[in-house]
Nanobody, 123 residues
């Protein structure tokens, strides 16, 4: 059974940085795509960034490109999201997700989810 566990959220001032981690277990992820999504109060869940496990190809939302960096450590089966130059509008619950196969941007295409971690950016 696939299990995803996020960590690293918290409160940070605008302009600051945070690094989120997503520890994955339960199977081999070599043919998986994994992503980060976020949901702010009253808003729909939105795509943040994604990575294909084998190739390391990365994908970003326009709102996070140039500020966020997604990566993975194959040996630790852990995915990371380095978030720099944070803005108040980045405040949301961030969740990691996994799906077998290629990258997809819609959260509805992901089969496995973590419990989420709160990121709050103060102005």
């Amino acid at each position: 059974q696939v299990q995803l566990v996020e960590s690293g959220g918290g409160l940070v001032q605008a302009g600051g940085s945070l690094r989120l981690s997503c520890a994955a277990s339960g199977r081999t992820f070599s043919r998986y795509a994994m992503g980060w999504f976020r949901q702010a109060p009253g808003k729909d869940r939105e795509f943040v960034a994604a990575i294909t496990w084998n190739s390391g190809s990365t994908y970003y939302a326009d709102s996070t490109k140039g500020r966020f960096t997604i990566s993975r450590d194959i040996g630790k089966t852990t995915m990371y999201l380095q978030m720099n130059s944070l803005r108040p509008e980045d405040t949301a619950v961030y969740s990691c997700a996994a799906r077998p196969g290629y990258f997809r941007q819609s959260y509805t295409d992901y089969d496995y989810w973590g419990q989420g971690t709160q990121v709050t950016v103060s102005s």
